[in-house]
């Protein structure tokens, strides 16, 4: 995926929005983690995503 770096921050939000997007039409797994585990663990991925997004050593061609 190739996005602006300031679409980066629009990422994990939208993961969020399909999470709950996921519960509200009741389309879970039983098995599925609590939806506010997930997002907790978005809250914590966003840093670090950000931080892969940034590092040119991970850019391929694009």
Known sequence: MTLAPD???AITPTV???VDFLFD????DRLCAD????H???DK???PFADA?????R???A
Not at 25 to 28: F, G, N, P, V, Y
Request: net charge negative.
């Open 40 to 42: 907790a663990a978005l």
């Open 16 to 18: 969020g929005a399909f």
């Open 59 to 61: 850019y391929g061609i």
């Open 35 to 38: 939806q506010q585990l997930l």
């Open 53 to 57: 997004m940034a590092d040119e050593s």
């Open 45 to 47: 991925l966003a840093a």
């Open 25 to 28: 039409q009741d389309l879970t």
């Open 7 to 9: 679409q980066w921050t």
